[in-house]
Structures are given as structure tokens and as C-alpha cells.
């Protein structure tokens, strides 16, 4: 049955069709990120960054999964044999476009100072080897790993990080800007500091939660003056590519719709989770609600006239939206900002990421279509995993569920895009199984199987799909 109804919507797909422009076709990719898939641990020169340091030397896998593990090898994709084998498997999935991150520390070990060609050359190299083979590299130049070095200085609690963050960017445009067409600034501030800064404690901070959380959104608000900053100077540099930033967006729903205290806490959760960051993007503006909830805690923030109107002045070119699951948000009050919503799943086969609602990203996308004035926007991660799914078998391994994700969700993304969303591209999270921050390596997201021992690489069911689903709209 599932079955008939996946190739009817394919037959639907290829209906609607995603027109071709010559100049910058819809972007069919797949995404990963540094820490979670190079590697190369202090290769070539590079510094230690901060998920070296948490997994090294804190062992922050310990709390969750009860064993160490890092990223030092991950899936090996710093090896330049590795990674020109999983293009060979890029090309046959049909992708015309790759989203990956650079690591600050292998650019700039020190965070300041010194540039370490090595560094440099291996992205430059990554990159050349994409378009050799027909796939557009999407560069996010900040994916949650910083220098070390800065974090000791305080970090994004310091507000001299714009200017570090300033520095390190004008290296990476000035070096790619001309053979790289799209960039993003920076991903998900929400969960770098709201989920896992705060969740793992990296300041050994003794303050009561709510001001720790307090003090996210000051680090999330300089986030977003740095990311102005970058997407000023690439501006001023006339490149012909584009620049954006990548937000994790959730529609936050009551968990009991018939409860009125889930209801006030899930508007407040959208304030936090959503509108902050786009009004602040989009706007140059704060919901008052959040200013005056986080002053309650930390007094110190207090965003300016002047930097409000550098958000206001520096618009993105397109929005990057990581799409998993909406909230479902419940009245705690001993939570920070009194609600919660990471743990609530009424679904009966859990995702790891939150329930499975295609619906919600087409809301999302029309939400932010109408109240932002019809941004560009591209899906930059959107996924699933799923408890029992991906036993290693050859030559596929079983994903059923995943790929029904992905079908389901592709078909709600094209909805949104014939009701005139200014949709450019779409991304699963992810082309291959990695490490997953605190969860090491034991949730499964990838539309590649990879043998964690041995680096075998075997495609899933859900590769197949999202290649059937490529074909079909090309
Ligand atoms: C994040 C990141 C990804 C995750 C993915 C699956 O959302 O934390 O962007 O790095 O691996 O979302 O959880």
C-alpha cells in the first residue's frame, strides 16, 4: 500500500515539476557538516576546536550514550580517496549540489593570527572536486566548532567574537568567494547555545538555569550581528554568489490543545525558537516578550539602537531552514522560560529528531513567505532517524521509514513552492550516518550506510527514493 502511494506521488512530483532555470536550477542536494564527517584529527596543521576539546577531554558522550567517543575519525571525508568515493555516490544519487562545512580551526588554528595554508588548500581542493563533478558546493562557514583558543577567551560570551568571527570570514570570501556560489554564515543558534551549550554546561557555570539561558540569547544576538557583518562584507566584495543564514525553525503547537497553560507556553516558544531570529534577521527588530524575559535574568542584555539597525540594514539573500519536526510545547514551570518540548513525541514509532509532520514545514514555509516578505529560502536540513531502522544488510540497507519521510516531505516543500514559496533548493539531513554530538555515533540519519569500523559505505532504500524523487523533477 505505502508502496502505491509513494509512485503515485512521484507521478505527482514530476507534475509539478521544478522548471529548470539555466543560471541557478532548483538545488537537489544532500548536507553534512565538519566535525560530524572529516576527521582528520589535527591534520595538516589544524587547531583544536571546541568538539575536539568536549569529546577529547570532557568525554561529553559519556552523559548520554554512557561511552567516550569522538570525531577524530568520523567517516573520514578529510581523506581526499574517501571523499572523491562518496562524490562517485553523490553523482549516482543525481545531486546537483552539496552543503558542508568548513572548520574555523583547520583555517585559523589559533582562531586569530596566523592562516594555515594547508588548511586552505584542502577545501579548495574539495571544492574544485565537486564542480569537476557537476555538484555545486554550498559552504556553511560555521557549524557549531570554533577555535579552542577562542572558546578560552570567552568565546561567543565575549562580545570581541563578532570581530574574530568578522576576521576569520573575510578569509574563507576572499579565498572562495569567486568559485562558490552560495555561503551560510553560521547554523542553528538556537541549538548551538539554547540546546547544547546549555545542556552540556561547557562553562562549569553554578548560575540557575534561567540565566545560563539568559545569557544564550545575548550569544544568539551577537550570532546575528556577526552574521550582518559577514553578509555586509560579501556584499561590499560584489561576488556574483549569494549569502545566508541557517535557522533551525519549529512551528510550536500545544501539546494539549484543550490545556491553556500549553497554549501561552507554546506562543512564548515560538517567540524564542522562531521569531527572535527571523524578526531579528528579517526586521532588525525582538519580540518585547523574550527582551523582557531574558532582562529578567541577565540584565546585561540590553541590544543597542546602533546594532538594531545594523540587523535592520543587512538583509540575507536567502534563508536556510532546517526542518525536523514542529514543538510540541507543555507547561513546565520549572523549565527555563517555563515550557519544554525536546521530549514531547505523541507518535507511536519515534523519530529521533520530534513527531513526523510534513504538514507543518508547508505551514512554516507560508508563515515565513507571508510575514517576512517572500524571502529566497532553501531547506537545509530536513530528516529522520528511526529506532530499528538501518541494520547493516547488502546490497541495500531498510529504511522504510526514512524514506517515506522524504518523500512525504519533499511533496509538502513543492506544495509550498507552487503556492509561491521562493523555494531554491532542498537538502536532506543527511547523505551519510555520522557522529552526532553528544549521541556519538549511535543515531543513524544518513541516506548512506556507513560501516563505522571499516568505512564501508552502503546506499539505503531512502537513497533510492530521494534518487527516484531527483529524477522525476529534474
Ligand atoms: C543539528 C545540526 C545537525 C544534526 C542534525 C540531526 O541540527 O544539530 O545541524 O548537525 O546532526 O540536525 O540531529
Redesign the pocket.
Known amino acids: 500500500m505505502k508502496k502505491i502511494i509513494i509512485n503515485l506521488s512521484i507521478i505527482l512530483l514530476s507534475g509539478i515539476g521544478v522548471k529548470a532555470q539555466n543560471k541557478n536550477p532548483f538545488l537537489w542536494g544532500i548536507?553534512?557538516?565538519a566535525y560530524?564527517v572529516e576527521g582528520g584529527y589535527r591534520a595538516d596543521g589544524k587547531g583544536e576546536s571546541k568538539w575536539d576539546f568536549l569529546t577529547n577531554k570532557v568525554g561529553v558522550t559519556q552523559f548520554l550514550i554512557g561511552q567516550k567517543q569522538t570525531g577524530n575519525v568520523a567517516i573520514n571525508m578529510y581523506d581526499r580517496t574517501q571523499y572523491l568515493k562518496d562524490i562517485q555516490l553523490m553523482k549516482e544519487l543525481g545531486v546537483n549540489s552539496y552543503r558542508f562545512s568548513l572548520d574555523w580551526s583547520r583555517i585559523i588554528p589559533d582562531g586569530i593570527g596566523a592562516v594555515n595554508e594547508k588548511g586552505l588548500a584542502h577545501y579548495d581542493l574539495l571544492i574544485d572536486d565537486l564542480k569537476a563533478a557537476g555538484i555545486e558546493p554550498v559552504v556553511t562557514l560555521y557549524?557549531?566548532d570554533y577555535p579552542m583558543a577562542l572558546v578560552q577567551k570567552g568565546g561567543w560570551g565575549n562580545p570581541e567574537m563578532i570581530n574574530w568571527y568578522k576576521n576569520y570570514a573575510e578569509v574563507v570570501l576572499k579565498r572562495y568567494g569567486k568559485k562558490v556560489k552560495y555561503f551560510i554564515t553560521f547554523?542553528?543558534p538556537y541549538?548551538?547555545f539554547m540546546?547544547?551549550e546549555y545542556l552540556i554546561n561547557m562553562e562549569q557555570s553554578k548560575e540557575p538555569n534561567t540565566v545560563r539561558f539568559a545569557k544564550g540569547i545575548q550569544k544568539a544576538h551577537r550570532q546575528l550581528l556577526a552574521n550582518a557583518a559577514a553578509i555586509k562584507m560579501f556584499h561590499e566584495m560584489n561576488l556574483k554568489g549569494q549569502i545566508g543564514m541557517?535557522l533551525?525553525l519549529s512551528p510550536c503547537l500545544p501539546l494539549d490543545s484543550n490545556n491553556p497553560k500549553d497554549i501561552k507556553a507554546s506562543e512564548f516558544e515560538d517567540k524564542l525558537l522562531n521569531k527572535f531570529f527571523l524578526d531579528g534577521l528579517f526586521k532588525g527588530t525582538y519580540p518585547q516578550q523574550v527582551v523582557d524575559s531574558v532582562q529578567k535574568y541577565d540584565p546585561s542584555f540590553q541590544p543597542s539602537g546602533s546594532e538594531m539597525k545594523i540587523l535592520a540594514e543587512t538583509k540575507p539573500d536567502f534563508l536556510g531552514i532546517?526542518y525536523?519536526a514542529p514543538a510540541l510545547v507543555s507547561y513546565d514551570e520549572k523549565a527555563p522560560f517555563a515550557s519544554t518540548w525536546m521530549d514531547n513525541n505523541t507518535d507511536k514509532v519515534k523519530s529521533?529528531?520530534g513527531p513526523v509532520r510534513p504538514d507543518e514545514l508547508y505551514h512554516l514555509l507560508t508563515r515565513i513567505k507571508n510575514d517576512y516578505g517572500s524571502p529566497k529560502m532553501m531547506i537545509?536540513?530536513n530528516?529522520a532517524?528511526f529506532e530499528g531502522e538501518d541494520i547493516k544488510v547488502k546490497p541495500i540497507v531498510k529504511d522504510p521509514l526514512r524514506a517515506d519521510f522524504i518523500q512525504r516531505h519533499v511533496v509538502a516543500a513543492l506544495k509550498a513552492k507552487t503556492d509561491g514559496v521562493n523555494l531554491i533548493g532542498y537538502f536532506p539531513?543527511?547523505g551519510w550516518d555520522?557522529f552526532?554530538?553528544v549521541?556519538g555515533y549511535t543515531?543513524r540519519?544518513g541516506l548512506i550506510y556507513v560501516d563505522f569500523e571499516t568505512q564501508e559505505r552502503i546506499p539505503k532504500q531512502s537513497y533510492f527514493e530521494y534518487q527516484k524523487i531527483i529524477k522525476a523533477n529534474k
Open positions: 548536507a553534512s557538516a560530524q557549524h557549531f547554523n542553528e541549538i548551538e540546546v547544547a541557517t533551525n532546517n525536523y529521533h529528531n537545509t536540513e530528516g532517524g539531513w543527511s555520522n552526532e554530538w549521541f543515531k540519519f
